[in-house]
């Protein structure tokens, strides 16, 4: 992965990509210091939604060790309810929830009942769907197989449509 900061006259980020510049994790401070993170369902799940051109002078290479400083920095007060929800969300229970966005780690999961949010694999979920189907506000059902600790998201395994689409 390579890190980046970007700061300009209306505010400051700092992203993690792959090499060919797609986002992973980003953290925006706008002037007024709110702070969105890709990984909060309140931030709307900030990202940008094009790759990150290395060769642009504005975005500064920087090192892993500082991006995850700003990155436990600026979750550090969700930690305690992450480990309440992994502690009450055990491994092999069956959660149910409808499509939020999808990114480069997966599908996003908006699940019932739970603040944080579901991660799917798009490609083993493509398999059992058709791909018209992969799109925000799709409902589907999965098990619960363990937990992205970086971003604080529910991994989720067996996912698939649920038979009726429920609306909220």
């Known amino acids: 992965m390579m890190y980046y900061r970007y700061k300009g006259y209306d505010g400051e980020w700092y992203c993690e990509s792959d090499q060919e510049g797609n986002v992973y994790r980003q953290i925006s401070k706008a002037q007024d210091q709110i702070v969105k993170l890709s990984n909060q369902r309140q931030s709307l799940y900030e990202m940008l939604e094009h790759p ?90 999965g098990t619960i197989a363990g937990y992205d600790e970086d971003n604080g998201w529910i991994k989720l395994e067996d996912a698939r449509l649920l038979e009726e689409r429920k609306d909220d």
């Open 52 to 141: 990150i051109d290395s060769h642009d002078d504005d975005w500064l290479p920087i090192s892993q060790a500082d991006f995850e400083a700003e990155w436990l920095r600026c979750n550090a007060e969700y930690m305690s309810e992450w480990e309440e929800a992994k502690a009450a969300n055990e491994v092999g229970n069956t959660v149910m929830g409808r499509i939020e966005v999808i990114f480069p780690q997966g599908i996003i999961i908006h699940l019932n009942g739970i603040q944080y949010p579901g991660l799917v694999d798009y490609w083993k979920f493509a398999q059992h769907a058709q791909t018209e189907n992969i799109y925000p506000s799709v409902q589907l059902i």
